[in-house]
T-cell receptor, first 110, second 114 residues
Framework: EDKVVQSPLSLVVHEGDTVTLNCSYE??????LLWYKQEKKAPTFLFML????IEKKSGRLSSILDKKELFSILNITATQTGDSAVYLC??????????FGGGTRVLVKP | NAGVTQTPKFRILKIGQSMTLQCTQD?????MYWYRQDPGMGLKLIYY???????DKGEVPNGYNVSRSTTEDFPLRLELAAPSQTSVYFC?????????????FGSGTRLTVV
C-alpha cells in the first residue's frame, strides 16, 4: 500500500523566516510527487516532481525530490502571513490516483 | 471556464438519510475523483473514474456509491448517512496520467451527519 508521511505536523514561524517541510513516501510504482497548498477551501497545485535532484521554483517556494531516499522537501523563504496554510504532499502512482499525506500546518506570525 | 463545480457547499443530514453530492467539470477531463478530508487530516480517495461509464473504488468506498454517465458529471451518493461520514468532500478532475498540472479541485462540500 502506498504511503505518504509529512513532517512536522505543524509549525509556527515569524515573517521573514525560512521553513522546510518534509515528505517521505513508500510506493510500488512511482509516477510523480505533488505539493499542494490548502487555505480555507480546496487544495491548490504548487509543484509536480518526477525526477530526482531537479529543483522546481516558483517565487519564494521551491521543491526537490530524492527518489533514492524516497523523500521530497518544500522550502518557503522570506515567509509572509499569506503563506499560512496547510501544505499537502501527494504521491501519484499507477492509475493516476493521488495518495495524500496528512499535511503540515504552517502559521506565519507578523 | 468554471472548472470543477460542487453543490451543495454545506449540508446537515440526519442519521439514515440519503443525499447526492453533485460534481461537474467543464474541462473535458477524463479522470474524476471524490475525496474526503476529516479535520486535521489529509485527503482520502473514496471513488474515482477514468472515463464515462467506468468507476472504481478508492481507499474508503464503504457507504458511498458513484456513477459516471457523462464526461462532465460525477455524482457521489450517500445511502444511509452515518456520523462517521461527517467530513469535507472534494471532487477533482485531471486530464490524464501525463498531466503536468495535478488535479483541479472543486471548492468542497461540508457535510455534517447528526
Amino acid at each position: 500500500e502506498d504511503k505518504v508521511v509529512q513532517s512536522p505536523l505543524s509549525l509556527v514561524v515569524h515573517e521573514g523566516d525560512t521553513v522546510t517541510l518534509n515528505c517521505s513516501y513508500e510506493v510500488t510504482n512511482f509516477r510523480s510527487l505533488l505539493w499542494y497548498k490548502q487555505e480555507k477551501k480546496a487544495p491548490t497545485f504548487l509543484f509536480m516532481l518526477t525526477s530526482s535532484g531537479i529543483e522546481k521554483k516558483s517565487g519564494r517556494l521551491s521543491s526537490i525530490l530524492d527518489k533514492k531516499e524516497l523523500f521530497s522537501i518544500l522550502n518557503i523563504t522570506a515567509t509572509q502571513t499569506g503563506d499560512s496554510a496547510v501544505y499537502l504532499c501527494a504521491l501519484k502512482a499507477a492509475g493516476n490516483k493521488l495518495t495524500f499525506g496528512g499535511g503540515t500546518r504552517v502559521l506565519v506570525k507578523p | 471556464n468554471a472548472g470543477v463545480t460542487q453543490t451543495p457547499k454545506f449540508r446537515i443530514l440526519k442519521i439514515g438519510q440519503s443525499m447526492t453530492l453533485q460534481c461537474t467539470q467543464d474541462m473535458n477531463h477524463n479522470y474524476m475523483y471524490w475525496y474526503r478530508q476529516d479535520p486535521g487530516m489529509g485527503l482520502k480517495l473514496i471513488y474515482y473514474s477514468v472515463g464515462a461509464g467506468i468507476t472504481d473504488k478508492g481507499e474508503v468506498p464503504n457507504g458511498y456509491n458513484v456513477s459516471r454517465s457523462t464526461t462532465e458529471d460525477f455524482p457521489l451518493r450517500l445511502e444511509l448517512a452515518a456520523p462517521s461520514q461527517t467530513s469535507v468532500y472534494f471532487c477533482a478532475s485531471s486530464q490524464g496520467q501525463e498531466s503536468n498540472y495535478g488535479y483541479t479541485f472543486g471548492s468542497g462540500t461540508r457535510l455534517t451527519v447528526v
